[in-house]
């Protein structure tokens, strides 16, 4: 299976926590790289945090400082932490995987091949 599934999202109070999981083939998880990308609605899909396959990690600044982006070579899965969640943080969250091997983590959405179904976190104020 190529194609990540997600997991973990929901509906949390401004200042909330959740944590959002991915699960990818182990081929996959080994040798790309991978990241989160949200859409709201009326909104284009944006970077959220990403994580290289040799475990380099970028962020974009809106979510800097209050995210964590991390992997369990084990589990073949990545998290997002999400802390200090404001309502603009309201969203469909997706998991993608870089369009080749050993890629660096880019901004743009259109050079990731594999996108998940997306997961929503929703935060009231």
């Known amino acids: 299976q190529v194609q990540p599934v997600e997991s973990g999202g929901g509906l949390v109070q401004a200042g909330g926590s959740l944590k959002l999981s991915c699960a990818a083939s182990?081929?996959?998880?080994?040798?790309?790289?991978m990241a989160w990308f949200r859409q709201a609605p009326g909104k284009e899909r944006d970077f959220v945090a990403g994580?290289?396959?040799?475990?380099?990690?970028l962020y974009a600044e809106v979510v800097k400082g209050r995210s964590t982006i991390s992997k369990d070579n084990a589990k073949s899965a990545v998290y997002l932490q999400m802390n200090s969640l404001k309502p603009e943080d309201t969203a469909v969250y997706y998991c993608?995987?870089?369009?080749?091997?050993?890629?660096?983590?880019?901004?743009?959405?259109?050079?990731?091949?594999?996108w998940g179904q997306g997961t929503q976190v929703t935060v009231s104020s």
């Open positions: 993608a995987v870089k369009d080749s091997a050993f890629g660096n983590i880019e901004y743009s959405p259109a050079t990731y091949k594999y």
């Open positions: 182990e081929r996959i998880f080994s040798f790309y790289s």
């Open positions: 994580i290289a396959w040799n475990g380099a990690t």
